[in-house]
């Protein structure tokens, strides 16, 4: 089993910043990619952005510029700096990661709350 411990989450006013923090733990042989959705109240969960593990990352376009997606390999934690937050962002934030060739995990989610 793996599990996944979101933190970071909180209430930040427009414009502010958040970092959301991810680890993942278990029985952990290679991680492929890691990753960041989010949901909002009455709206299908959404990816935020994702890291594979050459490095590689991508960005919806509505973070883009503003989100930056980054991953600790020696402690199997992906980490999420958002930048100028708006309202729109506010949602249950996600960690998910695809390990051990295939297998996918999610975390329970941590809450942002951007207020204007």
């Known amino acids: 089993q793996v599990q996944l411990v979101e933190s970071g989450g909180g209430l930040v006013q427009a414009g502010g910043s958040l970092r959301l923090s991810c680890a993942a733990s278990?029985?952990?042989?290679?991680?492929?990619?890691m990753g960041w959705y989010r949901q909002a109240p009455g709206k299908q969960r959404e990816l935020v952005a994702t890291?594979?593990?050459?490095?590689?990352?991508n960005y919806a376009d509505s973070v883009k510029g503003r989100f930056t997606i980054s991953r600790d390999n020696a402690k199997n934690t992906v980490y999420l700096q958002m930048n100028s937050l708006k309202p729109e962002d506010t949602a249950v934030y996600y960690c998910?990661?695809?390990?051990?060739?295939?297998?996918?995990?999610w975390g329970k989610g941590t809450l942002v709350t951007v207020s204007s």
């Open positions: 998910n990661t695809i390990v051990n060739y295939g297998m996918d995990y």
């Open positions: 890291i594979i593990s050459g490095g590689s990352t």
């Open positions: 278990g029985s952990i042989f290679s991680i492929h990619a």
